[in-house]
């Protein structure tokens, strides 16, 4: 019985797992994976230090949150998280602008503080879609840890894409490494400056 049981949990684990992937991956919502592209587009694989220590940023905010909101200790307003998201975006984005020399000297530089507070925000946002898959009943931590590293496992592939890409345009095509982070960040901050007017929640 202990064996059957066992399997099913790690059923269970794998089935959450795999949500958490597609959930940040899904291109129908491409609202977290334009936030990861805004974060990270500053970035190539010769900074992979400092990327990782923004994506632990990011990846502590909205494991905080996660949890704090799947135990009911946080209430929110949906509506307000909803267009929060796009408004995290458009911010980071704007950030970007502001980065003229590839040269980043400081410990602790100011994105790594913006990842972390929006993945607070993002954080919320995930929590909404767990919340309608979560059992009423039982331990539910095993499930709020897979789904949490299936996020993780699907941001990772994200930031593995953008820094692919990057490389083929600065590298490969020798663009202009500033140019091609104007024109990066201003494409995903038209599109979540249109998002958030969309979703605006008054």
């Given at each position: 019985m202990s064996v059957l049981i066992y399997i099913a949990a790690m059923i269970d684990f794998g089935?959450?797992?795999q949500m958490?992937?597609?959930?940040i991956a899904d291109l129908n919502g491409i609202d977290h994976?334009?936030?990861?592209?805004?974060?990270?587009?500053?970035?190539q694989f010769a900074d992979w230090k400092k990327l990782?220590?923004?994506v632990t940023a990011f990846t502590l905010g909205h494991s905080i949150t996660l949890a704090l909101s799947?135990?009911?200790i946080v209430n929110y307003s949906v509506n307000w998280i909803e267009f929060l998201i796009p408004v995290t975006i458009v911010i980071t984005a704007i950030s970007n602008v502001f980065v003229k020399k590839f040269v980043y000297k400081a410990k602790f530089p100011l994105i790594y503080f913006f990842a972390a507070f929006f993945g607070l925000i993002h954080g919320l946002g995930f929590s909404n879609y767990l919340k309608s898959l979560l059992s009423k009943e039982g331990n539910i931590v095993p499930e709020l840890l897979a789904f949490n590293l299936g996020l993780e496992a699907g941001q990772l592939v994200i930031v593995l894409a953008i820094l692919i890409i990057s490389l083929i345009f600065v590298q490969l095509f020798k663009i202009n490494r500033r140019e091609y982070l104007l024109y990066v960040s201003g494409g995903i901050f038209a599109i979540a400056l249109q998002m958030a007017l969309e979703r605006l929640p008054f």
């Open positions: 089935l959450f797992f958490g992937y597609e959930h994976i334009l936030f990861v592209a805004a974060l990270c587009i500053r970035y990782l220590w923004l799947v135990f009911n």
